[in-house]
Nanobody, 124 residues
Framework: VQLQASGGGLVQAGGSLRLSCAASGRALSKSNLAWFRQAPGKEREFVALISWAGGFTVYAASVKGRFTVSRDNTYNTMYLQMNSLKPEDTAVYYC??????????????????WGQGTLVTVSS
């Protein structure tokens, strides 16, 4: 399985970005998917998760109400709509997938497949 994250860039505070994560090599329609981020000098942290059927989502408190995670299993793609961006949202954003059939988990170690990351920079 290969995950390819894209959509990062430079945006001013208060702006919006939409990240995409495309999967190839194997369909992930039965896998929970998530976004994580890692700021310079900090540990990788959970951002948002969406269940394999898309009916259940979980968000980190720091992004709840501003970010929205979604997926389209037809195209094997996950999205992260980020609104009202803040400078503290600056980080490399990674998409990740759990093995099919896994119970949802927001821990880094629960995810077996990772994308390469896309950089989001929010200027003040």
């Amino acid at each position: 399985v290969q995950l390819q994250a894209s959509g990062g860039g430079l945006v001013q505070a208060g702006g919006s970005l939409r990240l995409s994560c495309a999967a190839s090599g194997r369909a992930l329609s039965k896998s929970n998917l998530a976004w994580f981020r890692q700021a310079p000098g900090k540990e990788r942290e959970f951002v948002a998760l969406i269940s394999w059927a898309g009916g259940f989502t979980v968000y980190a408190a720091s992004v709840k109400g501003r970010f929205t995670v979604s997926r389209d299993n037809t195209y094997n793609t996950m999205y992260l709509q980020m609104n009202s961006l803040k400078p503290e949202d600056t980080a490399v954003y990674y998409c990740a997938a759990q093995s099919a059939g896994s119970h949802y988990d927001t821990g880094v170690n629960a995810f077996n497949y990772w994308g390469q990351g896309t950089l989001v920079t929010v200027s003040s």
